[in-house]
């Protein structure tokens, strides 16, 4: 089916340069792909094709082509482009190679140009790196100066409906006696982090977690990228800004979390810990906001304990290791782990209650 399609792009792309050749001037022709004059010369060439060829010519030019099927499919939670002819997708927790593929270097680049721009993804040579989104996905592109050959995509599906705790524990995710205890965590108010792997389930479990507020309580959200559901009306979320052009100033995460002290937060929330916001975080437990959380990225408890002492450091790299140290037992209370198995299966591994502060450091045992 590959060779069929590539075969008739070919000959569609010779009609329309014919076309172009016999209208009104070859360049003003192609700069004007989504004109009507563009469309009945790319239909009239695609006449004697089969309807299956046709609606696949026709999204390489007007929508996204070989992605258009993939977009569709609400199973499909991750798209992976590396190149033209190099498309991958998540489906189920399993990496699988699309069959599929671009059908030129020029309509890959015209495709990742129509997502930039309905993204609102800026992505310049001086910026080489950027994030949008695009409908219900979360769009990352990297430029080819960073990759040395083609533009890389990604596209990550935000779930349409939030998950709970008791879709968690339906689909295998968590026993009934470890879905009681995160249900006593967040009735005690207690402090956490929640810990895994890239793709491991850490945002899906704090959206769950967040559906167990009452309707009066308010949590304030704080992300670089929207991604978490805020659970009831009274709920805040503010996310972070970055001007790739240089024009606005950038607002972080520990500027946010200053300005959420000011709004009245029962619980904080924040999606994900990775610099000198750690040390802001912990400031703001240990001052009484119980029943707050966020994530970070590590394997076990003792990989995020030791993590998280070097971004406070990061944050006051006056203090030594000692006052990090205490800082982290007074503020938190326990380590949620989740992961991602080898056969791609999301699951929770457990609760880690943080008991003491010893010479050694801290110990920790599971619940």
Same mark, same amino acid.
């Given at each position: 089916?590959?060779?069929?399609?590539?075969?008739?792009?070919?000959?569609?792309?010779?009609? =329309?340069? @014919?076309?172009?050749?016999?209208?009104?001037?070859? $360049?003003?022709?192609?700069? #004007?792909?989504?004109? /009507?004059? !563009? &469309?009945?010369?790319?239909?009239?060439?695609?006449?004697?094709?089969?309807?299956?060829?046709?609606?696949?010519?026709?999204?390489?030019?007007?929508?996204?082509?070989?992605?258009?099927?993939?977009?569709?499919?609400?199973?499909?939670?991750?798209?992976?482009?590396?190149?033209?002819?190099?498309?991958?997708?998540?489906?189920?927790?399993?990496?699988?190679?699309?069959?599929?593929?671009?059908?030129?270097?020029?309509?890959?680049?015209?495709?990742?140009?129509? =997502?930039? @721009?309905?993204?609102?993804?800026?992505?310049?040579? $001086?910026?080489?790196?950027? #994030?949008?989104?695009? /409908?219900? !996905? &979360?769009?990352?592109?990297?430029?080819?100066?960073?990759?040395?050959?083609?533009?890389?995509?990604?596209?990550?599906?935000?779930?349409?409906?939030?998950?709970?705790?008791?879709?968690?524990?339906?689909?295998?995710?968590?026993?009934?006696?470890?879905?009681?205890?995160?249900?006593?965590?967040?009735?005690?108010?207690?402090?956490?982090?929640?810990?895994?792997?890239?793709?491991?389930?850490?945002?899906?479990?704090?959206?769950?977690?967040?559906?167990?507020?009452?309707?009066?309580?308010?949590?304030?959200?704080?992300?670089?990228?929207?991604?978490?559901?805020?659970?009831?009306?009274?709920?805040?979320?503010?996310?972070?800004?970055?001007?790739?052009?240089?024009?606005?100033?950038?607002?972080?995460?520990?500027?946010?979390?200053?300005?959420?002290?000011?709004?009245?937060?029962?619980?904080?929330?924040?999606?994900?810990?990775?610099?000198?916001?750690?040390?802001?975080?912990?400031?703001?437990?240990?001052?009484?906001?119980?029943?707050?959380?966020?994530?970070?990225?590590?394997?076990?408890?003792?990989?995020?304990?030791?993590?998280?002492?070097?971004?406070?450091?990061?944050?006051?790299?006056?203090?030594?290791?000692?006052?990090?140290?205490?800082?982290?037992?007074?503020?938190?209370?326990?380590?949620?782990?989740?992961?991602?198995?080898?056969?791609?299966?999301?699951?929770?591994?457990?609760?880690?209650?943080?008991?003491?502060?010893?010479?050694?450091?801290?110990?920790?045992?599971?619940?």
């Amino acid at each position: 089916m590959i060779e069929q399609f590539q075969e008739a792009f070919a000959k569609t792309q010779q009609h =329309l340069r @014919e076309a172009a050749d016999r209208g009104y001037g070859h $360049e003003e022709f192609w700069r #004007t792909q989504n004109s /009507e004059k !563009f &469309r009945e010369a790319l239909e009239f060439s695609l006449r004697t094709e089969a309807p299956e060829t046709q609606k696949r010519l026709l999204a390489e030019y007007f929508t996204y082509g070989p992605l258009d099927h993939l977009l569709a499919d609400e199973n499909i939670t991750e798209i992976l482009v590396n190149g033209p002819q190099s498309i991958w997708f998540e489906k189920e927790g399993r990496l699988q190679k699309h069959e599929d593929l671009f059908l030129s270097d020029a309509s890959y680049n015209n495709t990742l140009h129509r =997502l930039c @721009e309905k993204s609102q993804c800026q992505s310049t040579v $001086e910026h080489p790196a950027a #994030t949008g989104f695009f /409908e219900e !996905f &979360r769009l990352t592109l990297v430029r080819q100066e960073l990759t040395r050959n083609h533009h890389h995509l990604s596209l990550r599906r935000h779930p349409k409906n939030p998950w709970t705790l008791e879709r968690l524990l339906d689909c295998g995710w968590a026993s009934e006696s470890e879905i009681q205890v995160l249900r006593d965590l967040m009735k005690r108010q207690q402090n956490f982090l929640i810990v895994g792997s890239t793709g491991s389930g850490k945002t899906s479990l704090i959206n769950a977690l967040l559906q167990t507020l009452s309707a009066n309580e308010r949590a304030i959200v704080i992300e670089d990228t929207p991604e978490i559901e805020l659970p009831n009306p009274s709920c805040m979320k503010m996310v972070t800004r970055e001007d790739p052009q240089g024009v606005l100033k950038s607002v972080t995460q520990s500027d946010l979390l200053r300005h959420s002290l000011r709004l009245r937060p029962d619980r904080i929330v924040m999606g994900e810990i990775r610099g000198t916001e750690a040390k802001d975080l912990l400031m703001a437990l240990a001052t009484g906001h119980g029943g707050s959380f966020g994530t970070l990225h590590a394997s076990d408890p003792r990989q995020a304990l030791i993590r998280l002492e070097m971004l406070i450091q990061m944050g006051a790299p006056q203090w030594n290791l000692q006052a990090v140290r205490r800082l982290i037992h007074l503020s938190l209370d326990c380590i949620l782990v989740v992961e991602k198995t080898s056969e791609g299966k999301r699951k929770f591994q457990g609760t880690y209650k943080i008991c003491s502060l010893e010479e050694n450091g801290f110990l920790v045992e599971k619940i």
